[in-house]
């Protein structure tokens, strides 16, 4: 199955954009990068996917790097509420469409 | 307002007994998923089904079973209860086409005593 790295965590300022860094160095050409953030207490949500160009949504932006190697989540206005974990997964096209492997993901700590 | 709900928040079982969870969703999913989440091990996929009395094994079924005999349900079943089953128990349910958004349910803190 293919995995993604992230560290463990990261740390931000209150209104400071946040970049938070994935390796997927075995993916496929048809694997989807989504990201999902656990808030305290709570169960995951969707945030943002892409395949292969540049996301954004209202909430976050995706960039992908050439290769598909990595990709970054980018918040550009980091607020107490987006305090979280988030995951980088991969989502397979072909056999595992609906299969989600989550890794450990990243805590990140936002400052006031 | 999407939904997932799952039985209980909190649940305290012994060992050796059937331990029943279970999880509904409004939004007319085929999908359903049952993860726990460990601390330091991320969420990891149980089991999962993709229609009315279908499913698949997950990353780790040992210990679990499922039960799916309507659409919007999906029940996970302990049939003996162990410690190292003591989890937080998290439900989803996506959809099967387009964006494969999963919807998260608050989750089940299961301790076995």
């Known amino acids: 199955d293919a995995k993604t790295t992230q560290p463990n965590s990261m740390e931000s300022n209150e209104e400071e954009p946040v970049h938070l860094p994935c390796n997927h160095s075995?993916?496929?050409?048809?694997?989807?990068i989504h990201w999902y953030r656990q808030l305290p207490s709570q169960g995951p949500e969707y945030v943002i996917h892409g395949l292969t160009s540049n996301v954004n949504n209202r909430m976050a932006s995706l960039a992908i790097a050439e290769d598909r190697k990595s990709s970054t989540l980018i918040l550009h206005r980091a607020t107490l509420r987006d305090a979280a974990v988030y995951y980088c997964?991969?989502?397979?096209?072909?056999?595992?469409?609906?299969?989600?492997?989550f890794g450990s993901g990243t805590k990140l700590n936002v400052k006031p | 307002d999407v939904k997932v709900t799952q039985s209980s928040r909190y649940l305290v079982k012994r060992t050796g007994e059937k331990v029943f969870l279970e999880c509904v969703q409004d939004m007319d999913h085929e999908n359903m998923f049952w993860y726990r989440q460990d601390p330091g091990l991320g969420l990891r996929l149980i089991y999962f089904?993709?229609?009315?009395?279908?499913?698949e094994k997950g990353d780790i079924p040992e210990g679990y079973s499922v039960s799916r005999e309507k659409k919007e349900r999906f029940s996970l079943i302990l049939e003996s209860a162990s410690t190292n089953q003591t989890s937080m128990y998290l439900c989803?349910?996506?959809?099967?086409?387009?964006?494969?958004?999963?919807?998260f349910g608050p989750g089940t803190r299961l301790t076995v005593l």
């Open positions: 989803a349910s996506g959809e099967r086409y387009g964006v494969y958004e999963q919807f």
């Open positions: 075995t993916i496929s050409g048809t694997d989807y």
């Open positions: 997964i991969l989502r397979g096209s072909l056999y595992n469409f609906n299969k989600f492997y």
């Open positions: 089904s993709y229609d009315v009395k279908m499913k």
